[in-house]
């Protein structure tokens, strides 16, 4: 064996491969690892410096970069990766794990901790962000402000009030950005939202893991708005608000393949609250779990004139013990303080509920809370199967017009 010729390969093949490789992107990719410009995988030693340090050669760049960050644990404080960059194609690859600050009140008033602004072809791969928010979410869960208030001193109170507000932190945001990927990434436990996309187009997020205590406050799993053309693919996200949250402004968003649970729920809204913001439109979600959360299915908006809602589509969804599988409240006010007391202004109209089936945790499994002003009107409801207690359950509808087809339990109230 050892004396045969190797296979001769045609010259054309041997051509191609050569200029394959020479002009591939990944060929031709520089490479930084945060290792190099100073970052200490120990958990303990501040590498922020060094992640921005590395960023500023990968945009620099006119050629595709890769910042690599190898396994072990960052500790980071707040990092800006700002562009425009000199190229259109940088990987930052995480095979370790960022770790925020454990003291909320370190990064400050930062609103962000991980925060990607007006860049262009960039990918967030693997690795693990560990916002640290249990302190946070401790204190706002205590009802008692913190730090702790001096006694009888209620202008301090409200001023400790605005601060831990100050200090909440999101984990990361891709903001006024296109053509974006964020893959395989894992959060935890984040002070805020964990995902924000927000003024974008063209963004995709697959494979994502997000996980929160349930009772962990205003940590929305991902969170959308002012963006066009966001994708959400094969992603499971449990933690203490919405799974996804969906804000003013966004149009052409596809969710599919979504595990929801602990949270509450896939939510267009609260929109409305200020009285000049952009509606949202051609949104579909299809191929949805949701396991023991508080809502499923949910469209809410404040009394308060404002935008359109149109063109929804909610298909193939599993409940699973929830609370509310499919509800819109047009009366949206949340603990019923400061609310604008007014009659919803926002314009619901062809919303489809296709192929929704499982169980409620309550006897009321589909409510239609509608404006008087504005009734909600195009809703379709398909196939839809969801009882309570192994029973048909209930529907509640208060101004909403639409129609049923095929079976649908409980039985249409439109």
């Known amino acids: 064996m050892a004396g045969l010729p190797?296979?001769?390969i045609p010259h054309h093949i041997t051509l191609f491969f050569i200029i394959f490789f020479a002009f591939s992107p990944l060929a031709k990719a520089a490479q930084h690892s945060v290792l190099s410009y100073g970052a200490?995988?120990?958990?303990?030693?501040?590498?922020?410096?060094?992640?921005?340090?590395?960023?500023?050669?990968?945009?620099?760049?006119?050629?595709?970069?890769?910042?690599?960050?190898?396994?072990?644990?960052?500790?980071?404080?707040?990092?800006?990766?700002?562009?425009?960059?000199?190229?259109?194609?940088?990987?930052?690859?995480?095979?370790?794990?960022?770790?925020?600050?454990?003291?909320?009140?370190?990064i400050g008033n930062a609103k962000n901790w991980l925060m990607f602004e007006h860049v262009n072809g960039v990918t967030v791969s693997g690795g693990t962000l560990d916002g640290q928010g249990a302190g946070l979410w401790s204190c706002k869960n205590?009802?008692?402000?913190?730090?702790?208030?001096?006694?009888?001193?209620?202008?301090?109170?409200?001023?400790?009030?605005?601060?831990?507000?100050?200090?909440?932190?999101?984990?990361?945001?891709?903001?006024?950005?296109?053509?974006?990927?964020?893959t395989g990434l894992a959060s935890l436990n984040s002070q805020l939202f964990h995902i924000v996309i927000n003024g974008c187009q063209n963004v995709k997020v697959q494979g994502v893991k997000v996980s929160a205590a349930g009772n962990s406050p205003n940590t929305d799993g991902i969170h959308v708005q002012s963006s066009t053309g966001v994708t959400i693919l094969n992603s499971r996200i449990g933690t203490g608000d919405d799974c996804v949250s969906i804000g003013p402004g966004t149009s052409s968003l596809w969710i599919e393949s979504v595990a929801c649970g602990p949270g509450h729920g896939i939510s267009i809204g609260s929109l409305g609250k200020e009285s000049q913001e952009a509606g949202v439109q051609n949104v579909t979600?299809?191929?949805?779990?949701?396991?023991?959360?508080?809502?499923?299915?949910?469209?809410?908006?404040?009394?308060?004139?404002?935008?359109?809602?149109?063109?929804?589509?909610?298909?193939?969804?599993?409940?699973?013990n929830v609370q509310n599988p499919i509800v819109i409240d047009q009366n949206y006010c949340p603990g019923e303080k400061n609310c604008p007391g007014q009659v919803s202004g926002v314009k619901i109209s062809d919303v489809t509920y296709q192929d929704i089936h499982g169980s409620s945790a309550t006897e009321v499994a589909v409510k239609f809370d509608c404006s008087k002003k504005y009734p909600c009107t195009g809703i379709k409801l398909e196939d839809v199967k969801l009882t309570y207690k192994n029973q048909p359950a209930e529907a509640s509808c208060s101004n909403a017009g639409g129609v049923a087809s095929g079976l649908v339990q409980p039985t249409s109230c439109l």
């Open 285 to 320: 979600v299809m191929t949805t779990t949701f396991t023991g959360t508080e809502n499923g299915l949910r469209i809410k908006s404040w009394g308060r004139p404002s935008n359109r809602l149109l063109e929804i589509s909610f298909q193939h969804a599993v409940m699973n």
């Open 6 to 8: 190797l296979p001769m």
């Open 40 to 106: 200490k995988p120990d958990g303990k030693t501040d590498s922020s410096k060094a992640f921005a340090a590395a960023w500023a050669q990968a945009c620099a760049s006119t050629q595709p970069a890769t910042i690599s960050v190898p396994k072990g644990s960052f500790s980071l404080g707040q990092v800006r990766f700002q562009g425009p960059c000199k190229n259109r194609a940088i990987l930052v690859r995480i095979d370790g794990t960022l770790v925020a600050p454990s003291d909320y009140k370190v």
């Open 142 to 182: 205590s009802g008692k402000g913190c730090p702790p208030q001096r006694r009888n001193d209620r202008y301090i109170f409200k001023v400790l009030i605005f601060l831990v507000n100050l200090f909440t932190v999101q984990s990361l945001e891709f903001s006024n950005s296109n053509n974006i990927a964020i």
